[in-house]
């Protein structure tokens, strides 16, 4: 059974940095699609990075790409996601996802949906202040 553990949310100001760690246990599979997803109340939950771990280019929604950076640790079993210049609009609950089966594909520039990915962890809340 796969666990995703999230680490490193709070609070920032506007224009901070923060960086997020997801902890990954209990997966025997070499190669598969992690991401984050975030979810702020009253909108849609948005995918926002995407990394394919057998390697390739990650994938970054149009509303953090430069700014955001996911990465992983393969040594350790940990996801992160770097978060710089961030804005009031980035506060969300962060969520470390992850989808064992079907390859590459979250490379492949199509948005992200939370339907792709079948393992979540719980969650942890970024909170930008202006």
């Known amino acids: 059974q796969v666990r995703l553990v999230e680490s490193g949310g709070g609070s920032v100001q506007a224009g901070g940095s923060m960086r997020l760690s997801c902890a990954e246990s209990g997966n025997t599979f070499n190669n598969y699609c992690m991401a984050w997803f975030r979810h702020a109340p009253g909108k849609e939950r948005e995918g926002v990075a995407a990394l394919f771990t057998g390697g390739g280019s990650p994938y970054y929604a149009d509303s953090v790409k430069g700014r955001f950076t996911i990465s992983r640790d393969n040594a350790k079993n940990t996801l992160y996601l770097q978060m710089n210049s961030l804005k009031p609009e980035d506060t969300a609950m962060y969520y470390c996802?992850?989808?064992?089966?079907?390859?590459?594909?979250?490379?492949?520039?199509?948005?992200?949906?939370?339907?792709?990915?079948?393992?979540w962890g719980q969650g942890t809340q970024v909170t930008v202040s202006s």
């Open positions: 996802v992850a989808e064992i089966y079907g390859g590459n594909w979250c490379l492949s520039g199509r948005p992200l949906k939370h339907t792709d990915f079948g393992y």
